[in-house]
T-cell receptor, first 109, second 117 residues
């Protein structure tokens, strides 16, 4: 199946700062989804990216799909305590989704 | 609507015991999935069912069996539990098989935390 590497594994952010998490693949991806999992919770769908170079925004979150469709990124501006959790990228592989190991975000108030 | 419902939420087993995790969705979705989540390893796919009547192995199927009982229900069975199967198990469903460009998002249940002693 598709193998992706998410970096960093952990991100400690000062409230109000920006950060970016990356999802990298050695192969071309057909499309990719992003999920957020709050501590003790279940993954919740955030966005799907399909087109090369696609950029989508959700309030303070900006998602990007690379031109070569081998990488994706999630950028959060003005981090808030509500952004705490683990963010997973999930590339499609035939008829199923595989998940990266995730970036776990903690926020210092 | 309840979405995706998993039972039980917590379970402790002894090595060698068997059990079944139940999952039901009320969204009329075609596809259903079982994932396990271990610290630092993300979610790994155990089995999936692209549509009623079909099941396929995922990334880590050994030690598990599944049954797609009907369109709503997809169960996961551990025949002889091992400590390595201690994990959090998530069931998920999606409207369609995620192979086309316009695919369905996955809806997850709350999870089942299993401990094997």
């Amino acid at each position: 199946g598709q193998q992706v590497m998410q970096i960093p594994q952990y991100q400690h952010v000062q409230e109000g700062e920006d950060f970016t998490t990356y999802c990298n693949s050695s192969t071309t991806l057909s499309n990719i989804q992003w999920y957020k999992q709050r501590p003790g919770g279940h993954p919740v769908f955030l966005i799907q990216l399909v087109k090369s170079g696609e950029v989508k925004k959700q309030k303070r979150l900006t998602f990007q799909f690379g031109e070569a469709k081998k990488n994706s990124s999630l950028h959060i501006t003005a981090t808030q305590t509500t952004d705490v959790g683990t963010y997973f990228c999930a590339p499609h592989d035939d008829y199923k989704l595989s998940f990266g190991a995730g970036t776990t975000v903690t926020v210092r108030a | 609507n309840a979405g995706v419902t998993q039972t039980p939420k917590f379970q402790v087993l002894k090595t060698g015991q068997s059990m079944t995790l139940q999952c039901a969705q009320d969204m009329n979705h075609n596809s259903m999935y079982w994932y396990r989540q271990d610290p630092g390893m993300g979610l790994r796919l155990i089995y999936y069912s692209a549509s009623e009547g079909t099941t396929d192995k995922g990334e880590v199927p050994n030690g598990y069996n599944v049954s797609r009982l009907n369109k709503r229900e997809f169960s996961l069975r551990l025949e002889s539990a091992a400590p390595s199967q201690t994990s959090v198990y998530f069931c998920a469903s999606s409207e369609q098989v995620p192979a086309a460009a316009n695919t369905g998002e996955l809806f997850f249940g709350e999870g089942s935390r299993l401990t094997v002693l």
